[in-house]
């Protein structure tokens, strides 16, 4: 499918991609959620936390939309809160589901999570489905999530269709340039303030399971990791599975999985995205007729501020629901 013309205008108030990264994630007015918080256990003896958004319609036949954050995000992330709001205010039932350590209490086991996680994902996602069998089902990644979410459905091709339609928004759908980025300049702003909370976390983890040190030095190394390739390398990679960085920026890629998803999917991304470089968006020839292509010229990293001063940052909640309701006219 050819790469579709953008509704996205930056405002004149908010130029540049920093600033339309920063400005709605720290600084712009949010709206109210409240959420009802349930505790899912895992087939492995350990739990995720998924905060429903309240109201919660009464019929189980309610569209539902399941939301996957981004890395280190949870149900009160800026782009979590609006999406929320927006779809509960439609009579959707909204779900953020956190990934391990992300709720803020710590998971049970050694393990966390990473970008590549489809194996979670699909568990999730078939709960939902089995829970409501009567409800549309629509799911929405952000960034690391929409990684995630993209190399699912494609994955499982056509046996995600219990899955009505799907979207990636501000996703690394190629890793090791998303790393790269993230590892030089201005850039590393971001970089401190993810490093600070996974070196903590990794760090308690430690503490808890003394055996996930591979030498005396591993502690250490893990706080001296100066950028994501370097704490991937110590913890990410070892501990789910992967050899190193290399290995699990490449396996747990989404973009190599475009052309063989099968559901309608929605890859939204602003070419000036700091944590994205626009040389490795994907392209028309590297997905499937399933997926559109949208690529605006600004909007940042989840930033996609729009409107007069103090401007709005329901742009994503809004296009969602058009991608969504533009296959089923009938939903609220």
């Known amino acids: ?19 339309q990264t920063i400005v709605p994630a720290r600084f712009m007015r949010l709206p109210v959620v409240q959420y009802r918080r349930e505790r899912w256990d895992t087939h492995d003896s350990d739990f995720i936390d998924v905060d429903f958004a309240l109201p919660e319609p009464m019929a189980n036949d309610a569209p539902l939309l399941v939301l996957f954050h981004g890395l280190e ?10 999406t929320m709001r927006w779809f509960a205010d439609r009579g959707w039932r909204g779900l953020v589901v956190h990934f391990r350590g992300c709720s803020g209490e710590a998971n049970r086991l050694p393990r966390a999570y990473h970008s590549g996680d489809s194996e979670e994902g699909d568990w999730i996602l078939r709960a939902v489905r089995l829970r409501w069998p ?13 990684n995630m979410l993209a190399k699912w459905a494609g994955e499982r091709g056509q ?6 339609a799907a979207a990636s928004i501000g996703s690394p759908l190629d890793l090791a340039a998303g790393g790269a980025a993230l590892g030089r300049g201005f850039n590393m702003i971001y970089t401190r303030m993810f490093l600070a909370t996974l070196k903590s976390k990794a760090l308690a983890k430690l503490q808890q ?45 989404g973009k ?8 309608p999917y929605l ?66």
């Open 1 to 19: 499918m050819p790469l579709v013309t953008s509704s996205y205008v930056a405002p004149l108030w908010l130029p540049g991609a920093h600033l």
């Open 73 to 82: 995000g949870d149900s009160q992330s800026h782009y979590a809160v609006s």
């Open 134 to 146: 009567e409800a549309p089902l629509y799911a929405v990644g952000i960034s690391l999530g929409g």
């Open 159 to 164: 046996d995600a269709s219990f899955v009505t």
């Open 209 to 253: 399971f003394p055996d996930i040190a591979r030498d005396g030095e591993y502690s250490r190394r893990l706080r001296a990791s100066r950028n994501l390739y370097e704490f991937d390398n110590e913890y990410t990679a070892p501990l789910h599975g992967f050899r190193n960085t290399e290995d699990y920026w490449d396996r747990a890629s």
């Open 256 to 263: 190599r999985w475009l052309q063989a998803v099968r559901i």
């Open 267 to 332: 890859l939204l991304n602003a070419r000036n995205d700091p944590f994205v470089p626009a040389a490795s968006l994907p392209q028309p020839p590297d997905v499937s007729r399933a997926v559109e292509l949208e690529q605006p010229a600004h909007g940042g990293h989840i930033g996609f501020a729009h409107g007069p001063w103090p401007g709005r940052i329901d742009f994503i909640a809004e296009r969602l629901h058009r991608f969504f309701t533009q296959r089923e006219p009938s939903l609220p």
